[in-house]
């Protein structure tokens, strides 16, 4: 969840919604149409870490209560201002007058919808999101994705195991820490074990700020996911892998 995502969406001029995609009733409506250079002059601004209100049609909470539950009950609110980042955003193509398609790479916790209706807005019109699509979440991308139809086809045949991917492909952005047998063991039986001091410096440099976590890692296999805390590890999630 945490992961940077990449997104793939077109949006929409001439029309704002209550949602800020298609499904949403109408709140506004213009004849301005953006070029293709006026939208691309526009880009950069949204680029780097910036300012983003959320919609209001979201899972953020207010009082306890999800967003689009009060959107939907017509309850009137303001959503507080988070900084977001964007990596990058460049537009893909324009089909038409009414739809430019955009590709964005982006930190967690940012909106495509309100990406949208920023920039409409700094161009003096309407627009939403007309499709949406994620392309990418952290290393896995749209590219090693299997389709439903290929799934069902390696099921019918019981060969589903051939569609899985080592565990460790889901951890490589976790800091990994050699065991020796001995520790390996201790570990999967749910013991801490000890670091050294050199070990304790190397994790700390590599762990993002306020994370704990470290794979333990006994040759090519996955032993545990571990917390670090005052100088040990402490298995949180023990691996019975062969």
């Known amino acids: 969840m945490d992961a ?23 709140t506004g409506t213009s004849d301005v149409r953006p070029s293709r250079e006026q939208v691309e002059a ?56 009414d739809h430019i398609v955009l590709e964005m790479d982006c930190g967690k916790g940012t909106y495509v919808r309100a990406v949208a209706r920023d920039l409409a807005a700094m161009l003096g019109t309407c627009g939403h999101v007309d499709q949406l699509r994620r392309t990418r979440v952290g290393r896995f991308a749209e590219d090693a994705a299997i389709s439903l139809e290929t799934l069902e086809n390696l099921s019918y045949e019981a060969r589903l195991s051939e569609a899985l991917l080592p565990v460790e492909t889901a951890l490589d952005d976790i800091p990994a820490l050699a065991v020796t047998d001995e520790d390996a063991f201790r570990l999967a039986q749910g013991r801490a074990i000890v670091l050294l001091p050199r070990q304790v410096e190397t994790l700390k440099a590599e762990l993002p700020p306020g994370d704990r976590t470290v794979s333990a890692m006994s040759g090519e296999r996955l032993v545990a996911l571990c917390e670090m805390r005052a100088g040990k590890l402490n298995p949180v999630r023990v691996f019975q892998l062969t």
Do not use: C, M
């Open 42 to 97: 526009a880009l950069p601004a949204f680029i780097g870490e910036v300012d983003q209100i959320p919609p209001n049609f979201s899972a953020i909470k207010v009082d306890g209560e999800r967003a689009y539950d009060l959107a939907r009950d017509g309850v009137e609110f303001e959503l507080a201002t988070r900084k977001v980042s964007i990596h990058a955003l460049r537009v893909i193509e324009v089909p038409d007058a």
């Open 4 to 26: 940077d995502k990449a997104y793939r969406f077109t949006i929409q001029w001439g029309r704002n919604t209550t949602t800020l995609d298609r499904e949403g009733e109408t």
